[in-house]
């Protein structure tokens, strides 16, 4: 079946190191996404990719990176700059950003916790 | 710029009971509507969508939405209720035009809590 794999599930950082959470889908989409999400606040966009070798900040992006290398992979780092890094973080993608039908596929998530 | 307003945060009701899940959007133009679900630790899904046409729409698990463009409201409704729906819902919004970003804009969340 067609999805979205998130790695790892559960992750644990000290203070100070980068981490870099795994994103991978087979659907064939040409957009991904990366969301943080926080009790109470919903879903904050942190980048997204239209295309191959091509991304743009979203509403949060202080403190992360990414790459789109590869179609299936949209890969998030957080960086030590990320001044608090605790939160649940979702991976997602559709067929096409240029479309206001933009239906997002979602991962299952992985949960940072910085000791 | 579009913006979504999830009117409660929590939402407790009894198995078995009707309930509604307000959603409120705003937008100088034409959107598309969409609900999500969240059970815990796990990503979202969609339950249903409103791109046109008729304002009442159907999802899966027994769930509607009505779109009511005056009132620029999207509410998600039920009749009945059962334990297996306690969840995070989220209402998001993504323009219907060209000229802005496509990109779904998510509410707040409302927790469903049903009780036995």
């Known amino acids: 079946d067609g999805g979205i794999t998130q790695s790892p599930k559960y992750l644990f950082r000290k203070e100070g190191q980068n981490v870099t959470l795994s994103c991978e889908q087979n659907l064939n989409h040409d957009a991904m996404y990366w969301y943080r999400q926080d009790p109470g606040q919903g879903l904050r966009l942190i980048y997204y990719s239209q295309i191959v070798n091509d991304f743009q900040k979203g509403d949060i992006a202080e403190g992360y990176s990414v790459s789109r290398e590869k179609k299936e992979s949209f890969p998030l780092t957080v960086t030590s700059a990320q001044k608090n890094p605790t939160a649940f973080y979702l991976c997602?993608?559709?067929?096409?950003?240029?479309?206001?039908?933009?239906?997002?596929?979602f991962g299952a998530g992985s949960r940072l916790t910085v000791l | 710029a579009q913006s979504v307003t999830q009117l409660d945060s929590q939402v407790p009701v009894f198995e078995e009971a009707p309930v509604e899940l307000r959603c409120n959007y705003s937008?100088?133009?034409?959107?598309?509507l969409f609900w999500y679900v969240q059970y815990p630790n796990q990503g979202l899904q969609l339950l249903l969508k409103?791109?046109?046409?008729?304002?009442l729409v159907k999802g899966i698990n027994g769930f509607e939405a009505e779109f009511n463009k005056s009132q620029t409201s999207f509410h998600l409704r039920k009749p009945s209720v059962h334990i297996s729906d306690t969840a995070e819902y989220f209402c998001a919004v993504s323009l219907g035009a060209s000229g802005g970003s496509y990109i779904p804009t998510f509410g707040r969340g409302t927790s469903l809590i049903v009780h036995p």
């Open positions: 997602a993608s559709s067929i096409d950003i240029g479309i206001g039908a933009n239906v997002l596929t």
């Open positions: 937008s100088s133009v034409s959107v598309y």
């Open positions: 409103y791109l046109s046409g008729s304002t």
